[in-house]
């Protein structure tokens, strides 16, 4: 179980922030309600970093998106003051982070974590921010960063959320369960590769069969006269033996891009649909056995459906080899791609007499299987 990362960071180091609690809880009555910020910040580069100084906001007042009306209330932490600053701007209400000695780098791999504690969360529930400026001592322009601060009121909580199983064999589904308060205005929402659903309702949700490693948010909102917080919990399952995604491939030496081509036809039928287990190319052969010009002549037709769009790949043989049992005249020739899920009609026409050879290479394990079998 995680939190959700900000999408579109510019910066160099990578900054990771938990709230305690999560989600942070506005204030009720007279005793305040407090709030710790926890912060990893660590250098994912091949190469040093060397920091100028980093520093850390939130909006302050009592409304919906600040945090709280107290700017002196946040208390400064570092785990390594040997090596590190982190203290409040005296003229800003800015923590900022800095190396104690200027000339230090941030070495590859390093982290430190500073926090704020004692944060007096006001009482207005919503969605505040912390906004992270990183600046470096390249010259390079400060860059940027904010992460989503949920206020939520006194008494909500959500958590745990989880799989049954961390990791499962691909074409199998699992489970996920969460721990949430239930009150009017709040929503739950679980986003993944298909259309977001509703899970309001429930603690529970079985995923749909995962081929490749997945990544799952639950996204929650509360809503207050008007004034929503968010928040998002991630989590993750790993799949043995994925189907294969990538960009640009390079290999030295042998590999194996499909399983052993399975060879049918249409016998007797002039239509068939199968559907795609998983990835992988149609081809098929076409020989006419007499000379057929015009509509006489065999065709052979592919449509593939997929992701409401429909392919079509056809063709015909027109003329007969000298002996159509001759290998080194294959006739008519056609190659359809087909992603895993996809609906396959192939169909044949025309008067003449002809042969035909229809040959599946799978990319991934499964069948070209037909539909109602």
Request: aromatic share 6%; net charge negative; charged share 20%.
């Amino acid at each position: 179980m995680g939190v959700r990362r900000p999408e579109d960071s510019t910066t160099v180091l990578t900054y990771i922030v938990e709230t305690d609690p999560a989600p942070i809880q506005v204030s009720q009555g007279k005793a305040p309600a407090t709030a710790a910020l926890c912060i990893t910040v660590t250098n994912h580069q091949q190469t040093p970093v060397y920091v100028e100084e980093v520093r850390f906001s939130y909006p302050i007042g009592s409304g919906p998106c600040e945090l709280t009306a107290k700017p002196d209330s946040g208390v400064p932490g570092i785990d390594d003051s040997q090596k590190w600053v982190f203290e409040r701007d005296s003229e800003t209400s800015e923590f900022v982070l800095r190396p104690r000695r200027p000339s230090r780098p941030f070495p590859p791999g390093d982290q430190v974590e500073p926090s704020i504690t004692g944060i007096e969360v006001n009482s207005a529930v919503g969605t505040s921010k912390l906004t992270i400026t990183e600046t470096l001592q390249d010259g390079s322009e400060p860059q940027q960063e904010e992460w989503p601060l949920a206020k939520v009121p006194a008494g909500f909580s959500v958590s745990d959320f989880r799989p049954a199983y961390i990791l499962v064999q691909s074409g199998s589904p699992t489970e996920l369960t969460w721990r949430g308060s239930s009150r009017p205005g709040a929503t739950y929402t679980m986003l993944h590769d298909g259309e977001p659903e509703d899970v309001t309702g429930i603690r529970n949700w079985p995923t749909p069969n995962l081929h490749r490693d997945s990544v799952f948010v639950l996204a929650v909102e509360v809503d207050v006269d008007g004034s929503v917080a968010e928040y998002a919990l991630t989590t993750a399952v790993t799949v043995a033996r994925p189907d294969l995604t990538i960009g640009d491939l390079t290999v030295h030496g042998k590999t194996t891009l499909t399983h052993l081509p399975t060879e049918f036809g249409l016998g007797e039928a002039d239509e068939l649909t199968y559907t795609a287990e998983t990835d992988g190319l149609l081809t098929g052969q076409l020989v006419t056995e007499e000379d057929a010009p015009g509509d006489d002549a065999p065709t052979l037709t592919v449509t593939v459906s997929a992701a409401g769009t429909n392919r079509l790949t056809s063709v015909q043989s027109r003329h007969a080899p000298p002996d159509p049992e001759d290998p080194r005249f294959p006739g008519s020739r056609l190659t359809a791609v087909v992603p895993r899920g996809a609906r396959v009609t192939i169909g044949r026409s025309g008067t003449a007499p002809s042969r035909h050879l229809l040959s599946w290479l799978p990319f991934g394990t499964g069948e070209l299987k037909p539909v109602g079998s």
